[in-house]
């Protein structure tokens, strides 16, 4: 079966709308989706970025968030916009890689939902709590496996190994050959390519 590992941060915008169509898209294309969460903070901290390029720049954020509102209003989606922004999201990550890998779609969903749709805080641990016992998942269990030193460097790793791919923003897909496609809209084109060439 083809295969795409779908890279995202919790923090992100974009990896949003593409959770929450990933399942059905890849499903329909026959292609099997590897959930990736990282941090993009290392790597626009190597940029020399504090923040995210939205906040850095206030055109591209107020763009941004238009377009977020568009694109969810064609898609059905409920849009709220989380303060602080970007979140800080490395609890949610090291929680999504603690979890059992068919877990984790699941688990990510409700994270974003959480953050982008109720305008909750994804660090807070009530509010990751929440999600978990939604989804009947034993939290004291993955909150104690997240904290775990095999967690914490699993994260590491998943966030350098997106760096040596050549990610620089999520949503980022990338194929068994390599090959990198950017952002929610690139989604599809990325699907193609892991049937026909990755």
């Known amino acids: 079966m083809p295969e795409l590992d ?25 292609v099997r989706l590897n959930w990736r969460p990282f941090l993009l903070g290392p ?11 939205f906040n850095l720049y206030p055109a591209k954020g107020r763009y941004m968030w238009r377009d977020i509102e568009r ?16 979140q800080n999201s490395l609890r949610a990550a090291r929680l999504a890689l603690a979890l059992p890998e068919q877990s984790r779609a699941a688990f990510s ?10 305008g909750r805080d994804i660090a807070d641990e009530q509010v990751l709590r929440d999600s978990l ?3 009947d998942l034993p939290a ?7 904290r775990s030193e095999d967690v914490k460097t699993a994260l590491r790793e998943n966030s350098e190994a997106a760096k040596r791919a050549g990610i620089f923003g999520a949503p980022a897909f990338v194929a068994r050959d390599g090959e990198l496609f ?3 809209d690139r989604f599809e084109q990325a699907l193609d390519w892991a049937r026909h060439k990755g």
Do not use: K, V
Not at 43 to 53: E, K, L
Not at 140 to 146: M, N, V
């Open 6 to 30: 779908f890279w995202y941060e919790f923090a992100s915008t974009y990896s949003y709308l593409a959770a929450m169509r990933a399942e059905a898209l890849a499903g329909a294309a026959g």
């Open 109 to 118: 969903r409700a994270i974003f939902r959480a953050e982008f749709e109720e």
């Open 140 to 146: 004291d269990e993955i909150f104690a496996r997240a």
């Open 71 to 86: 694109l969810c209003i064609l898609r059905g989606l409920a849009l709220r916009q989380p303060d602080p922004f970007p």
């Open 182 to 184: 950017w952002g929610d």
């Open 133 to 135: 016992a939604a989804l």
């Open 43 to 53: 790597i626009f901290a190597a940029q020399g970025w504090t923040t995210s390029p």
